[in-house]
T-cell receptor, first 110, second 119 residues
């Protein structure tokens, strides 16, 4: 079993839709949860960062962590074609080893 | 956020030659940097962890003699692909943690990546 599971997609949605991206993880010691966005042929960029359980909102993006079910989510409201990218979830114990999910490829159609 | 610069962004070389990729933290000190390899449509594969002033820690299956890592200063780590072969063609990405804070928050800042093509 992988430590972080993420459906690679692809996920295709129309412009304006609400997008839900999800990951599950297996190690209850993970404390830090991140979402990275990676455009084609570019390095990943940090999109959202949360510590422990709860929600965090930044503009159209909401990150959600449920430690009881080991489930992390990223919601994108009013999705735009410019949101088309690969979204990587990642988690960390604080022990200098970040574990990445496989990445979900998202396509937002105009 | 913190900025990590990676150079070159794209390199083509002949089989048997060596290629060096640089990773610089521009506005913070990075005691630890990471090197990844990414194949098309796949996630990041951690190759090694680079610690300033000490030897890199390589992940299982990564050849130390082929992928030489040097972290000579708090702002620079280099990856040298030695005697490159076509199967080494890939997208190489570095990342760094901002070591200024007292608590490691797990945030990683990535370079733009370097696309290596070995002919």
């Amino acid at each position: 079993q992988k430590e972080v599971e993420q459906d690679p997609g692809p996920l295709s949605v129309p412009e304006g839709a609400i997008v839900s991206l999800n990951c599950t993880y297996s190690n209850s010691a993970f404390q830090y949860f991140m979402w990275y966005r990676q455009y084609s042929r570019k390095g990943p960029e940090l999109l959202m960062y949360t510590y422990s359980s709860g929600n965090k909102e930044d503009g159209r993006f909401t990150a959600q962590v449920d430690k009881s079910s080991k489930y992390i989510s990223l919601f994108i409201r009013d999705s735009q074609p410019s949101d088309s990218a690969t979204y990587l979830c990642a988690t960390d114990t604080g022990g200098f080893k970040t574990i990445f999910g496989a990445g979900t490829r998202l396509f937002v159609k105009a | 956020g913190a900025v990590v610069s990676q150079h070159p962004s794209w390199v083509i070389c002949k089989s048997g030659t060596s290629v060096k990729i640089e990773c610089r933290s521009l506005d913070f000190q990075a005691t630890t940097m990471f090197w990844y390899r990414q194949f098309p449509k796949q996630s990041l594969m951690l190759m090694a962890t680079s610690n300033e002033g000490s030897k890199a820690t390589y992940e299982q299956g990564v050849e130390k003699d082929k992928f030489l890592i040097n972290h000579a200063s708090l702002t620079l780590s280099t990856l040298t692909v030695t005697s490159a072969h076509p199967e080494d063609s890939s997208f190489y990405i570095c990342s760094a943690r901002d070591g200024r804070g007292q608590v490691d928050t797990g945030e990683l800042f990535f370079g733009e990546g370097s696309r290596l093509t070995v002919l």
